[in-house]
């Protein structure tokens, strides 16, 4: 479910798979195995995502529909 959020808010912005790799400093190999279930999504990583998408961490857990951050 994760990478679905994910998945969503990569493509709503158009940056590419290995752009964001390369943000999370993980290569297209790595990023490709979270993409499947491969490896899970540590909170490092989580916080990174939601920190470069400007979303929650609630969002990329599907805890909410929301992907605003609270202030």
């Known amino acids: ?6 998945r969503v808010i990569r493509e709503d912005n158009d940056v590419k798979q ?3 790799g ?7 190999h ?3 195995r979270y993409k ?8 490092t990583t989580l916080i990174k995502v939601a920190d470069y998408f400007d979303v929650s ?6 805890c909410t529909a929301n ?3 609270a202030k």
Request: no cysteine; net charge negative; aromatic share 14%.
């Open 57 to 62: 961490i609630d969002y990329l857990l599907d």
């Open 1 to 6: 479910m994760i990478y679905k959020n994910i």
């Open 36 to 43: 499947t279930g491969d490896i899970e999504w540590t909170a």
């Open 22 to 28: 390369k943000y999370l400093n993980i290569s297209q």
């Open 67 to 69: 992907p605003k951050v």
């Open 18 to 20: 290995s752009e964001n």
């Open 30 to 32: 790595t990023y490709s």
